[in-house]
C-alpha cells in the first residue's frame, strides 16, 4: 500500500465506527488497525520527505516498498 492508502484505509476504518452501535472489542479493535494504517501512511510521507538524506540503498527500499 502507498502512503494515500494507507491513510485512506484508516479513514474507512473509522467510519465504520461512527454511528457508535458496536460494543467496545469490536470499536478497540478497529480503532486499532485504523491508527497502525495512519501511522504507516505518516512513516511512508516521512521517508520521502526526508529521502534525500537517505542512503541510496534505503531510499531505493523505501521507494519499492510503498510502490
Given at each position: 500500500m502507498t502512503g494515500p492508502q494507507h491513510y485512506a484505509e484508516a479513514e474507512r476504518l473509522?467510519?465504520?465506527?461512527?454511528?457508535g452501535d458496536q460494543n467496545a472489542v469490536a470499536v478497540q479493535a478497529v480503532t486499532s488497525a485504523a491508527q497502525v494504517h495512519a501511522?504507516?501512511?505518516g512513516?511512508?510521507?516521512?521517508a520521502f520527505a526526508h529521502s534525500s538524506?537517505?542512503?541510496?540503498?534505503?531510499?531505493s527500499?523505501?521507494?519499492?516498498?510503498?510502490?
Open positions: 473509522l467510519s465504520l465506527i461512527s454511528d501511522t504507516l501512511a512513516v511512508v510521507t516521512y538524506q537517505l542512503s541510496l540503498k534505503d531510499a527500499a523505501w521507494r519499492e516498498i510503498a510502490s
